[in-house]
T-cell receptor, first 114, second 111 residues
């Protein structure tokens, strides 16, 4: 059974800091790993998708890495801003009969204060 | 390109009633998945539909059901509502193993 863990559960940083969010998964047999952002009471916004054959993906101030062999991914946020405050979730897609079944971590609640 | 659309956004129902939620996927996406999000359990997979067939089902009671239409729109139904069914219900659409896109969710409150 795939389990996904995110550390830390919550993080509070001053504006301008660079920060790293961690995600670990127990089964390295994955199709891909996706990072999402969720604002309170809202849906999920996809940030980055890393296919199993890739090592990292970048979008603006965000960089996500994937190490399948160790079952880890990190999301790096550069020069954090108050607008980055949200819950960040990672999810993995495993091979199987379904392409729609993502397994999520519990998320990291990020607060960036001015 | 329109995103994933879920309706309604908010619902208040009484215990014992039933409810139907709707999800319109991104055009061209044939896979539609449903998730339940609660503060205690996080995001849990309900089921996935592809080309009108249920491909996978999570560990939820039979009161939770769904279907998908020929235009890929999907509905999920919850019968005999319980207080514990109060949650944010999220729908996602995707193509194969590519990026999953989520809707804004339906907030269901059971009183």
């Amino acid at each position: 059974k795939q389990e996904v863990t995110q550390i830390p559960a919550a993080l509070s940083v001053p504006e301008g800091e660079n920060l790293v969010l961690n995600c670990s998964f127990t089964d390295s047999a994955i199709y891909n790993l996706q990072w999402f952002r969720q604002d309170p009471g809202k849906g999920l916004t996809s940030l980055l998708l890393i296919q199993s054959s890739q090592r990292e993906q970048t979008s603006g101030r965000l960089n996500a890495s994937l190490d399948k062999s160790s079952g880890r991914s990190t999301l790096y946020i550069a020069a954090s801003q108050p607008g980055d405050s949200a819950t960040y979730l990672c999810a993995v897609l495993r091979p199987g009969t379904s392409y729609g079944k993502l397994t999520f971590g519990q998320g990291t609640i990020l607060t960036v204060h001015p | 390109k329109a995103g994933v659309t879920q309706t309604p956004r908010y619902l208040i129902k009484t215990r014992g009633q039933q409810v139907t939620l709707s999800c319109s996927p991104i055009s061209g996406h044939r896979s539609v998945s449903w998730y339940q999000q609660t503060p205690g359990q996080g995001l849990q997979f309900l089921f996935e539909y592809f080309s009108e067939t249920q491909r996978n089902k999570g560990n939820f009671p039979g009161r939770f059901s769904g279907r998908q239409f020929s235009n890929s729109r999907s509905e999920m139904n919850v019968s005999t509502l319980e207080l514990g069914d109060s949650a944010l219900y999220l729908c996602a659409s995707s193509i194969s193993t590519q990026e999953a896109f989520f809707g804004q969710g339906t907030r269901l409150t059971v009183v």
